[in-house]
Nanobody
Framework: QVQLVESGGGLVQAGGSLRLSCAAS????????MGWFRQAPGKEREFVAA????????MNADSVKGRFTISRDNAKNTIYLQMNSLKPEDTAVYYC????????????????????WGQGTQVTVFA
């Protein structure tokens, strides 16, 4: 199991950008599929984006397509979420997650049935 630590959250005006990072511990990071979820106040956690162990296969929630991009640097044991054209409805706590199977199983990520989670980082978008 990997340990995950998110960073990069903050306060941003609508239309702005942020880049979240998730640093992972453990030598097997490069074998994990990685992704992001978010949870807004009073709402259920929702899937945002994920990528396979190489980063070549990705998937995104419809609500962020064309605005958010997930990427990873296996040499740095880190994944990123570049968030552009932010909207107030993107306000949430963003969580990094890791699936030790490596390949991207869409239904697993949609359900949030993932084994490892970070503590989250707050993103607040104001109008």
């Amino acid at each position: 199991q990997v340990q995950l630590v998110e960073s990069g959250g903050g306060l941003v005006q609508a239309g702005g950008s942020l880049r979240l990072s998730c640093a992972a511990s453990g030598r097997t990071f490069s074998s994990y599929a990685m992704g992001w979820f978010r949870q807004a106040p009073g709402k259920e956690r929702e899937f945002v984006a994920a990528c396979d162990w190489r980063g070549g296969n990705t998937m995104n929630a419809d609500s962020v397509k064309g605005r958010f991009t997930i990427s990873r640097d296996n040499a740095k044991n880190t994944i990123y979420l570049q968030m552009n054209s932010l909207k107030p409805e993107d306000t949430a706590v963003y969580y990094c997650a890791a699936d030790d199977r490596g390949a991207l199983y869409g239904s697993t990520w949609q359900r949030g049935d993932i084994g490892s989670w970070g503590q989250g980082t707050q993103v607040t978008v104001f109008a």
